[in-house]
């Protein structure tokens, strides 16, 4: 199995480096950098994929997942190459809901277009909070542009997938005068 990131270039391997402590796989929980993906890899993104498709997803007809049985520098290589921004824009968020403080994890899929889908909090909050976080999560589709993975002409969704977020919402305490 074992993938070489020399083989797709220098970039690869840098990159892994810097996404391998921030992107992890838990059992069936992958979580993905949600950093702009580097240009040296953006250029060969297609090669890189068609080559590691077999290695890094088990797939069935469309749906595909990344396969578990990858070593921590091939999880963070394959994060890189199928679940990370090709473009991360300013702003776009809508207004990040108040009175929610800590770490807040969800699940989502990067569809056969490319964009977020099926976002869903799965850390214990009241509906209405859960709610108003999914709807500032889905907005996340202003401020991420993913590449639809497009292996030998044919799109697949990923499945699977994972988030965290760290959440600080109460107003700081500001001296008066």
Known sequence: MGLRSRVVGRGVFLLSLLVG?????????HYCPMVPMNSVILERLDEARNKYFG????????????NDGLNAN???????????PVK????????????????VEY?????????LRDIRVTTD????????L???????N????????????????????WGEMNLSTELPNLPTN
């Open 74 to 84: 091939e999880t963070a290589i394959c994060h890189a190459l199928y679940c990370q």
């Open 55 to 66: 290695n890094c997803l088990r797939c069935e007809g469309e749906r595909c997942r990344f």
């Open 21 to 29: 402590l921030s992107a992890h796989g838990e059992g069936k929980r």
């Open 142 to 161: 202003r401020v991420f542009d993913f590449r639809p993975i497009r292996v030998d002409g044919k799109r697949y969704r990923l499945e699977g997938l």
């Open 107 to 115: 699940s989502y899929v990067l569809t056969k277009r490319g964009q």
């Open 134 to 140: 999914e709807a500032f999560l889905k907005s996340g």
């Open 125 to 132: 909050l009241s509906n209405s909070k859960r709610q108003e």
């Open 88 to 103: 991360v824009k300013a702003g776009g968020f809508t207004d990040m809901p108040y009175g929610l403080d800590g770490a």
